[in-house]
């Protein structure tokens, strides 16, 4: 298949297409894992990221969150909130169905925290999260933190 439109035809020219680069290593760090934002963009974004393989191979997500969980429940709670899309036309996400290896796999890569934001010990433990990322997922010591809190936590964050 070429980028060009065929003999005789009124096409558009696009430029060449580029080899996609998997991403670097890395783990992602959410805070405000349980939240309207993380539930209904975020992870949704990562799910389809995962499903055409430009997730990283080396990939950890931990969640913040002042919540009670942990993982699993983390897991869950996104889990149906994915099921909710579902033959939704309405919805920000619209799947036909979740590919539940590609979840489960996802799955594996996630963690939890639960803590308070305005709290020295919640930075200690993500630090040591992320030690645990790096040992378990080899995300070679690269973090991406999202913000998916309000605006007033971002200084304290």
Same mark, same amino acid.
């Given at each position: 298949? /070429? ?23 890395? @783990? ?9 934002? $993380?539930? +209904?963009?975020?992870?949704?974004? !990562? *799910? =389809?990221?995962?499903? /055409? ?14 919540? #009670?969980?942990?993982? &699993? ?8 909130? !994915? ?5 939704? $036309?309405? @919805?920000?996400?619209?799947?036909? @169905? ?10 594996? &890569?996630?963690? *939890?925290? &639960? #803590?308070?934001? $305005? ?5 200690? +433990?993500? #630090? ?5 990322? =790096?040992? &378990? ?5 690269? @973090? ?14």
């Amino acid at each position: 298949m /070429t980028d060009e439109a065929p003999a005789g035809s009124p096409g558009i020219n696009a430029p060449p297409r580029r080899k996609v680069l998997l991403p670097d290593p890395c @783990a992602m760090v959410i805070f405000g894992a349980f939240g309207d934002l $993380t539930k +209904r963009l975020v992870v949704p974004a !990562l *799910y =389809n990221l995962a499903c /055409t393989n430009l997730l990283p191979e080396h990939f950890a997500l931990i969640g913040v969150d002042l919540a #009670g969980g942990n993982a &699993q429940s983390w897991a869950t709670h996104l889990h149906d909130m !994915l099921k909710s899309f579902i033959g939704s $036309t309405a @919805a920000e996400f619209a799947i036909d @169905a979740i590919d539940e290896a590609v979840w489960d796999r996802l799955v594996g &890569q996630m963690s *939890y925290i &639960q #803590g308070d934001l $305005t709290t020295p010990e919640l930075y200690r +433990r993500i #630090g040591a999260g992320l030690e645990a990322a =790096n040992a &378990q997922h080899g995300v070679m010591g690269n @973090a991406i933190f999202y913000l998916a809190i309000a605006d007033r936590f971002f200084g304290e964050v």
